[in-house]
T-cell receptor
Framework: AQSVTQLGSHVSVSEGALVLLRCNYS??????LFWYVQYPNQGLQLLLK??????LVKGINGFEAEFKKSETSFHLTKPSAHMSDAAEYFC?????????????FGAGTTVTVRA | SQTIHQWPATLVQPVGSPLSLECTVE??????LYWYRQAAGRGLQLLFY??????ISSEVPQNLSASRPQDRQFILSSKKLLLSDSGFYLC??????????FGPGTRLTVL
C-alpha cells in the first residue's frame, strides 16, 4: 500500500521568491506521481504528473517537479512565486488495485504569497 | 473535450434529512467515476468508485451510498445525514488510466 507525506502544512513565500513544496511517498511498486492544486471552494486541478521517462516533469503555471527514486521524493518547485499561486497543493501517488488505479493523497500544503 | 459537472454547488441540510448529490461527465464514454470527501483538516478521502454502470465499490463504511444509473452519471446519497457528513464532496473521472480529473465540488453543511 502506498502513502504520501507532505512536509509542512503551510508555506509562506514572498512574491518573486522560490516556491518549494516537499512530497515523499512510499510504494511497493514503481509509482505514478501527481501534483494537484486547489483554489478556495473549487475542485482539484492537475498541475503535473510523472509516470515514466524523464524524471523532471514540467507542468502548468510554471511549476515543475522532479522524481527522485533514491529519495522516494517528488518535490514541487516554481522559481518565482506569483500572487495567483496562493492555493492548497496536494501530492498524490497512484497504484493499480484489483480493477482500477487508486489515488492516495497527502494532507496538503497551503501556500500564501506575500506582496 | 471532457467536462465534469456537480450539483448543487452548496447545500445546507438538517441532521436526519436525506441527501442526493449528482455528478455527470460529458465528452467521454465509459469513464471510471469517483466520490471523495474533503473534511476540514483531513485531506481527501475516497468514498466510492465505479468502473461501469451499476458497479460500485465502497472504500469506507458509512451512512452514505452511491449509484451509477447511467454511463456518465454518478450519484451520492444518504437516507439520514449526520453532523459528521459535513464537508466538501468532489467527484472525479478517469479514462481507466492513472489520471483523475476533478469536478468543481459540492459544499455540504449539516446543521
Amino acid at each position: 500500500a502506498q502513502s504520501v507525506t507532505q512536509l509542512g502544512s503551510h508555506v509562506s513565500v514572498s512574491e518573486g521568491a522560490l516556491v518549494l513544496l516537499r512530497c515523499n511517498y512510499s510504494s511497493s511498486v514503481p509509482p505514478y506521481l501527481f501534483w494537484y492544486v486547489q483554489y478556495p471552494n473549487q475542485g482539484l486541478q492537475l498541475l503535473l504528473k510523472y509516470t515514466t521517462g524523464a524524471t523532471l516533469v514540467k507542468g502548468i503555471n510554471g511549476f515543475e517537479a522532479e522524481f527522485k527514486k533514491s529519495e522516494t521524493s517528488f518535490h514541487l518547485t516554481k522559481p518565482s512565486a506569483h500572487m495567483s499561486d496562493a492555493a492548497e497543493y496536494f501530492c498524490a501517488v497512484s497504484e493499480y488495485g484489483s480493477n482500477d488505479y487508486k489515488l492516495s493523497f497527502g494532507a496538503g500544503t497551503t501556500v500564501t504569497v506575500r506582496a | 473535450s471532457q467536462t465534469i459537472h456537480q450539483w448543487p454547488a452548496t447545500l445546507v441540510q438538517p441532521v436526519g434529512s436525506p441527501l442526493s448529490l449528482e455528478c455527470t461527465v460529458e465528452g467521454t464514454s465509459n469513464p471510471n467515476l469517483y466520490w471523495y470527501r474533503q473534511a476540514a483538516g483531513r485531506g481527501l478521502q475516497l468514498l466510492f468508485y465505479s468502473v461501469g454502470i451499476g458497479q460500485i465499490s465502497s472504500e469506507v463504511p458509512q451512512n452514505l451510498s452511491a449509484s451509477r444509473p447511467q454511463d456518465r452519471q454518478f450519484i451520492l446519497s444518504s437516507k439520514k445525514l449526520l453532523l459528521s457528513d459535513s464537508g466538501f464532496y468532489l467527484c472525479a473521472w478517469s479514462a481507466g488510466g492513472d489520471t483523475q480529473y476533478f469536478g468543481p465540488g459540492t459544499r455540504l453543511t449539516v446543521l
